[in-house]
């Protein structure tokens, strides 16, 4: 019987801890379809999220492309396809790896960073401060925090895809002698608008989890140094997880 | 224009306030001693509306904050200016961006009668010229100015401070209570002092009020309480080890 209450209990502060995170986003899109929304907080994330994020997915996108380049060379050389590296290449990093490692990157850089900035601006007392002036602080620090990730994830991996196309390339083409006109020609052939849109919905909504989830854990953190890395911990591992489940559910439903 | 009844808050199954109740005229200024861990601040977010009590009801001017929301909050809280234990600085913000703050999104002033506003009150607490450091470079004191800037700036009728004085050096600490002081006679607004510093704060407040065991022990005026036979506020203000006095 008291394994049975304690299934109970942990299945209930689940469900309940379900429903704060969904309430937290409600009130989030609330506030960011209601006025006044505050352009220069938004601005200031887009840079923080995005252009401090550049760098880091240049670095993983040229070696994620320089890997498929190699691998795939290899595995298709065995059927006499190498001809087919530049689509097979693009297609696996615009439909799938471009999106999913550009927001787990962007979890790790940035995500662990708004949890660790609102986690101490909660214990700090910060953001009782804010709301003692009669001021909303989604407003001000969630809000801008999710536009930014929706507008930032699609462009980083737009740059995360190009630069790895270009990376298995260079694999592909410079060291293993596959054409540039045959890499970059039968990418063409292969590759939809729909391809590319998959894609982009995907970063979209990968922007939207990692900003509301790191957001929510450091909103909710815990008392003093401990609390706010716990909560950094949670939420790094709770928006890889759930970029992952997400990208199976659209991949399995919407595509 | 302050009144608490029967106020009771638990924190994971501890009851901190076991039935906390007190008014307070305009003008006045009332001192909240008692131990640490006792639930002073506690009673002041309440006040604010920053905590809910489970049981009771917290009255500003006649208003409900526990049951205000939305706008009537807003308005009650743009009443009453907040001095946090640590400052509650915003520390990517300036000290003339953090006391500009309150201004720039809650009024529609001119950035020219806000700058006129924050050099004011800067001014007021002695932090003329330091507008342009960070919060990370400034000392326990001037946070504590600055944060008393932030809360002035928008001119509130009711002043709380949880431990303006707490982590100060005696000279430090003096001077902001002498500043309270001052600042309570030229504005005269309505304030709440929750401090350590018993002597000073004794000279500055109207009344005081003890809080000890989730209750108010005693209200009265500091000549009152200083004269008071009572062996838990004898022994809490003689500072006295082994007692009557529970800590926690």
């Known amino acids: 019987m008291v ?22 986003f409600v009130q989030t899109l609330f506030c960011a379809f209601t006025p006044p929304l505050k352009f220069s907080w938004i601005i200031k994330q887009i840079w923080f999220i995005g252009y401090q994020s550049t760098l880091v997915i240049f670095l993983t996108g040229a070696f994620s492309g320089m890997v498929l380049g190699l691998q795939g060379f290899y595995t298709l050389n ?12 693009a297609l696996s990093l615009i439909k799938e790896l471009g999106p999913v490692l550009a927001a787990l990157m962007v979890t790790g850089r940035a995500g662990s960073a708004i949890t660790a900035e609102i986690g101490i601006m ?28 929706i ?95 997400w990208d199976y559910i659209m991949t399995s439903l919407l595509f | 224009m302050i009144r608490l009844e029967n106020i009771h ?24 001693i008692g131990g640490s861990g006792n639930g002073k601040s506690v009673i002041l977010k309440h006040i604010v509306g920053l905590l809910k009590p489970d049981q009771g009801h917290v009255f500003i001017d006649g208003k409900d904050i526990g049951h ?13 200016g907040f001095l946090f234990q640590n400052g509650a600085l915003f520390t990517s913000f300036t000290v003339y961006d953090n006391v500009a703050f309150p201004l720039r999104e809650k009024t529609k002033l001119s950035e ?16 003329a010229g330091a507008e342009n450091k960070y919060p990370a470079e400034l000392s326990g004191g001037m946070i504590k100015r600055t944060a008393f800037a932030r809360a002035l700036v928008t001119k509130p009728e009711v002043m709380l401070f949880d431990e303006p004085t707490t982590g100060l050096d005696p000279i430090i600490a003096h001077t902001i209570l002498d500043l309270i002081k001052s600042l309570h006679e030229h504005l005269g607004f309505t304030a709440i002092i929750v401090s350590h510093e018993l ?26 309480i200083l004269s008071s036979s009572d062996p838990v506020i004898r022994q809490f203000i003689s500072g006295a080890t082994g007692g009557a006095f529970k800590l926690y």
């Open chain 1, 3 to 24: 394994w049975i209450r304690k299934l109970g209990g942990v299945t209930l502060d689940g469900l309940q801890g379900m429903g704060r995170m969904g309430l937290f």
């Open chain 1, 78 to 89: 065995r059927f006499g396809s190498t001809a087919l590296l530049g689509p097979m290449v």
């Open chain 1, 122 to 149: 909660r214990t700090s007392e910060q953001i009782d401060a804010m709301e003692l002036m009669g001021l909303n602080p989604f407003r001000y620090l969630i809000v801008p925090k999710l536009i930014a990730g």
């Open chain 1, 151 to 245: 507008i930032a994830l699609p462009l980083l991996t737009a740059i995360f895809d190009v630069v790895g196309i270009f990376g298995g390339y260079f694999v592909g083409g410079r060291l293993l002698g596959v054409g540039q006109g045959t890499y970059f020609g039968e990418m063409a052939n292969y590759v939809g608008i729909e391809d590319v849109l998959e894609g982009i919905y995907k970063s979209l909504s990968f922007g939207a989890i990692i900003s509301w989830v790191c957001s929510y854990k450091g909103y909710h953190a815990g008392f003093g140094a401990e609390g706010v890395s716990k909560a950094t911990t949670q939420a790094v591992v709770l928006s890889s997880v759930l970029v992952l489940f």
């Open chain 2, 9 to 32: 808050k638990s924190f994971n199954g501890f009851e901190v306030l076991k039935g906390i109740s007190f008014q307070m005229e305009k003008g006045e200024i009332l001192a909240l």
């Open chain 2, 68 to 80: 205000c929301k939305g706008n009537d909050l807003e308005e009650i809280r743009s009443r009453i």
């Open chain 2, 112 to 127: 020219k009668e806000i700058n006129e506003r924050v050099f004011k009150e800067l001014d007021q607490v002695g932090l």
């Open chain 2, 199 to 224: 002597s000073r704060v004794f000279q500055i407040a109207h009344r005081v009020a003890m809080l000890h065991e989730g209750k108010i022990w005693t209200i009265g005026t500091p000549e009152e």
